[in-house]
């Protein structure tokens, strides 16, 4: 079991930064692949980025290449996302998720915890 909460999120202006959080709990945290997803209003679920277990390798949604940057730290079970030139469509609430296989990391049907969620807004 693996309980994880975001923090970080807020409001920003284009081309500003925000870091991301996630704090998962249990021991088992360094097995999982963990990603981040977000949601806009009216709009689906997304990918944006993952990190393996071991944090090797990661992965990009296209939209976000270049401007973020998914880390972890297994000492301190957290995943970080960095958020750099920020635009008014990065405006969605943020997830964290873990995922036990890591086979499909894009794929949000792939992952088994999620946490709450926490709130970006970029202005224009």
């Known amino acids: 079991q693996v309980q994880l909460s975001e923090s970080g999120g807020g409001l920003v202006q284009a081309g500003g930064s925000l870091r991301l959080s996630c704090a998962a709990s249990?021991?088992?945290?360094?097995?999982?692949?963990m990603g981040w997803f977000r949601q806009a209003p009216g709009k689906e679920r997304e990918f944006v980025a993952a990190?393996?277990?071991?944090?090797?390798?990661?992965w990009y949604a296209d939209s976000v290449k270049g401007r973020f940057t998914i880390s972890r730290d297994n000492a301190k079970n957290t995943v970080v996302l960095q958020m750099n030139s920020l635009k008014p469509e990065d405006t969605a609430v943020y997830y964290c998720?873990?995922?036990?296989?890591?086979?499909?990391?894009?794929?949000?049907?792939?992952?088994?915890?999620w946490g709450q969620g926490t709130q970006v807004t970029v202005s224009s």
């Open positions: 998720a873990a995922d036990r296989l890591g086979l499909s990391p894009a794929s949000s049907d792939e992952y088994d915890y």
């Open positions: 990190i393996s277990w071991s944090g090797g390798s990661t």
């Open positions: 249990g021991r088992t945290f360094s097995v999982y692949t």
